[in-house]
Each structure stands twice: as C-alpha cells, then as structure tokens.
C-alpha cells in the first residue's frame, strides 16, 4: 500500500536536500568556480548535489588519507577539492579514481584543474569479471593496493539486473581483503551491486538513502 502525503514529504526532504548540498558546495568558492560552468554545460552530473555534498563533507570530517573512486566524473572534481583543503590544514589526502573507458580517462584529465595534480591520481585501467558465489564481479585490473579511508562506487559499468542480475561492480570485495582498517563506502544507485554485497559480505552494514538511491556501507575489520 502506498502512502502518497509520505511520498510527498519524501520528494520535499529531497529538493530541501539538494538546495543545501548546493549551497555548501557554493560556499568553497574555488571548488565552485570550476563546477558551476560544469553543471550549467550539462544538465546532468551523474550525482546529485546532495550526494556530492556527502562525499565532500564525508571527506572534510572525516580526512582519511586515501579515497578511491570507482568510475570518476564530476565527482573526483569535488572530491578532489576536499582533499586539496585537508592538505591546506596539514593532513593527507590522497583520491585514486579508476577508468576503464580512454574517451572518459582523457575528458576528465583535460577538464580537471591544474590546481588539483597532486590531489587527484586518475588511472586508466582495463576490467575483468571473476565469478564468486554465482556472482559475476566486474573490477578494475590495476587497482593500487592500498589502505583507503573512503570508497566511492560508481563504475565500471555492468548490464542492468534485467539484462544479467549477476554482475555487481566488484572491486569493494579486494578493497574489504586487503584493508586492515574499518572503512566507509558510498554506492550510487546501482542496486544489483547493493544487492549482492548484502549477499557476499553480511556483516557490512548498509544504510539504504531511497530518495537518492543511495548507499553508505560500513565495513568493519571483520567483514
Ligand atoms: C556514472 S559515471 C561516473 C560519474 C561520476 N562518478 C560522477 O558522479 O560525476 C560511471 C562510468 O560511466 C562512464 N561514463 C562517464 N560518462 C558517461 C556518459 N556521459 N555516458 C555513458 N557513460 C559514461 C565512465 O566509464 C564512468 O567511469
């Protein structure tokens, strides 16, 4: 049975949501001084403002010294403005971003800022699939073996769950292996990949966003 007034309270906490993921993005002067020809260029950015905002606070909080992104865009752009400012204030703030496809590898590399070289490493990689309980994970091959703080997913690109629900966007699973340290990672829509990580790793805790079809996972040490 469907709700409609709570619907509607839903769509309001989104807008309300998205106008303050703006404003906090506006107030980074420098980071919106390269965004807003961006997202007036295009009508869309992949993420919403309220889920870059997420990423951008999560960073600013939270200052882990390695974030890698899975499938980068706009969003290393954000990202990639964080880390600057936790460099600023002495920390160390590192964002790997993996890319399988060439023509968006060097798009992004001609529109990301000088400013931000030593703040964003992009990679160009090839994928390969690997089966796992009945699961098809999809992964980046050159993935750097580190510790990372925060994960964003939102690549590489896999059949829709009506085309193939088997695949799920699989390099979570190495990163979970090889981190000694609890970690954070958020998913953009891609449910089929929700789904299967609730399948593959149990004890990580998924915290499910409907409005914006968003994930925050948490993975323990032991997940
Ligand atoms: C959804 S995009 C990543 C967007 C980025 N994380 C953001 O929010 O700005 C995920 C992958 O899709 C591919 N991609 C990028 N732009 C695309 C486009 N306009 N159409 C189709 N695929 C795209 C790239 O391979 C990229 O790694």
Not at 160 to 176: C, F, H, M, N, T
Request: include cysteine; charge should be positive.
């Amino acid at each position: 049975m469907k709700y409609p007034k709570y619907e509607r309270f839903g769509r309001l906490r989104k807008y309300l949501q998205e106008v303050f993921g703006m404003r906090r993005l506006k107030a980074d002067k420098e980071l919106w001084a390269v965004l807003d020809p961006i997202c007036r260029a295009s009508s869309s950015t992949g993420c919403t403002f309220h889920e870059l905002n997420v990423l951008y606070s999560h960073i600013l909080k939270h200052r882990p010294s390695r974030v890698l992104e899975l499938g980068p865009g706009v969003s290393t752009i954000v990202m990639g403005y964080a880390a600057k400012k936790v460099r600023a204030s002495g920390g160390e703030c590192q964002i790997v971003a993996m890319e399988d496809i060439p023509f968006y590898h060097d798009d992004l590399k001609n529109l990301l800022p000088a400013a931000l070289n030593d703040c964003v490493q992009l990679i160009l990689s090839p994928t390969e699939d690997r089966e796992i309980n009945g699961f098809i994970a999809r992964r980046y091959i050159n993935t750097p073996h580190h510790e990372y703080g925060l994960v964003f997913i939102d690549g590489p690109q896999i059949p829709s769950q009506k085309e193939d629900p088997r695949y799920l966007d699989g390099d979570i699973l190495d990163v979970a292996e090889w981190n000694k340290k609890p970690f954070t990672a958020y998913l953009d829509c891609r449910i089929g990949t929700r789904d299967a990580l609730k399948a593959l790793m149990p004890r990580a805790t998924i915290h499910w966003d409907k409005q914006h079809k968003f994930s925050r996972i948490e993975f323990s040490s032991a997940t």
